[in-house]
């Protein structure tokens, strides 16, 4: 975003029509939370409190890499904001309170790797 703007020549902190970045910027890693952030529900389910929705039907997504937070174990862990895509409600999960992606046939090896076998 930054470096479009620069590229254009324009005034990263407004834009010719008076929008600032802040108020276009909906990208996951933004430093900036959206304004729909302020409304969000605490989850520890890691879905939607309001009607079971998954976190990967969200219409849009905000990470706070901000301000991490470290868990019992000395890791980081950050508030990953959902903004459902099929009731409208905002939510937010600590990063640490997702599953696991499913795994299928994996075997562990000698490296302590894991190596993936199509059966």
Known sequence: MWI??????????TLHNGITPRQISMEAFSPFPP????????????RCPRCGAESH???????????P???EDHRRKWQEFYHCGECETP????????PPP??????????????????
């Open 57 to 67: 039907q969200a219409k849009a997504v905000w990470v706070n890499r901000r301000s």
């Open 35 to 46: 304004d729909w952030t302020n409304s969000a529900i605490h989850t520890t389910v890691f």
């Open 102 to 119: 499913p795994t299928k046939n994996l075997t562990p090896t000698k490296m302590g790797c894991t190596k993936r076998y199509d059966l």
């Open 91 to 98: 939510w937010w999960a600590w990063s640490s309170d997702r």
């Open 69 to 71: 937070v470290y868990a």
């Open 4 to 13: 479009q703007l620069q590229t254009l020549n324009l005034d990263p902190r």
